[in-house]
């Protein structure tokens, strides 16, 4: 019971490394009494740049650290084709802990946990947030639309541009669908450097 009162005045936090520090041993739902390691969020705490997925998978929950497996990879391999660094922007989860045997995260879970990342981004500030899948960007946005529909356009969220594109590990299981994300990345980018004011 401790942890959870514990977790409730995380909106206090002033720093990244606070909430950490007040939210990291929440079991405010059933994920946080069956997780191996609490994974939170990487990357630089004052990033212009966020990308949010949806749970963390069996590697995320070994080591702690967001898309740390192929999906991972291949993330980092994405961000490296449009000229970021992992070190450069920030990397977390909606769920900070992982569904088991990788299942989609419940409705009931994800509502439990948004407030924490809704929190890591006003702590942040990015300039913008590229949603990986469509659970995510649902979440995040509240709203219940199809991918295809989400990756046409540009939303807004505490008057910071949000953008949708596919998850990694649909990448992987679907590699079609990579020159989508190709496009849908360098539109990210691009908007990035405008609100940035980058050349």
Same mark, same amino acid.
């Given at each position: ?5 514990? !977790?409730?005045?995380?909106?206090? !936090?002033?720093? %990244? ?12 739902c059933s994920l946080g009494k069956s997780r191996n390691k609490f994974v939170f969020g990487s990357g630089n705490p004052n990033a212009s740049a966020m990308l949010i997925g949806e749970a963390p998978g069996a ?6 650290? /967001? ?10 391999? %994405?961000?490296? !084709? #449009? =000229? ?7 990397? *977390? ?8 045997? @990788? ?17 890591? #981004?006003?702590?942040?500030? /990015? ?16 709203? =219940?639309? *199809? ?10 969220? @505490? ?7 596919? &998850? ?5 299981? @679907? /590699? =079609? ?14 908007? &990035? ?7």
């Amino acid at each position: 019971m401790s942890s959870n009162l514990f !977790a409730e005045d995380f909106q206090k !936090a002033d720093t %990244i490394a606070e909430l950490y520090e007040k939210i990291n041993k929440c079991e405010k739902c059933s994920l946080g009494k069956s997780r191996n390691k609490f994974v939170f969020g990487s990357g630089n705490p004052n990033a212009s740049a966020m990308l949010i997925g949806e749970a963390p998978g069996a590697e995320e929950d070994k080591q702690g650290e /967001p898309f740390v497996g192929r999906a991972g990879k291949l993330l980092t391999d %994405i961000l490296t !084709a #449009i =000229n970021f660094t992992r070190e450069e922007v920030y990397i *977390a989860n909606i769920l900070k802990c992982r569904p088991p045997n @990788n299942r989609d995260p419940l409705p009931s879970e994800m509502e439990t946990c948004k407030p924490y990342i809704l929190k890591q #981004i006003d702590l942040i500030k /990015p300039k913008v947030i590229l949603c990986l899948g469509r659970i995510a960007a649902n979440s995040l946005l509240n709203k =219940n639309l *199809a991918l295809g529909k989400m990756r046409d356009n540009i939303y807004e969220l @505490n008057n910071i541009k949000v953008m949708a594109t596919y &998850h990694p590990a649909a990448l992987l299981r @679907n /590699p =079609n669908w990579k020159r989508g994300c190709w496009e849908d990345v360098k539109k990210f980018r691009q908007l &990035h450097d405008e609100l940035v004011g980058t050349k």
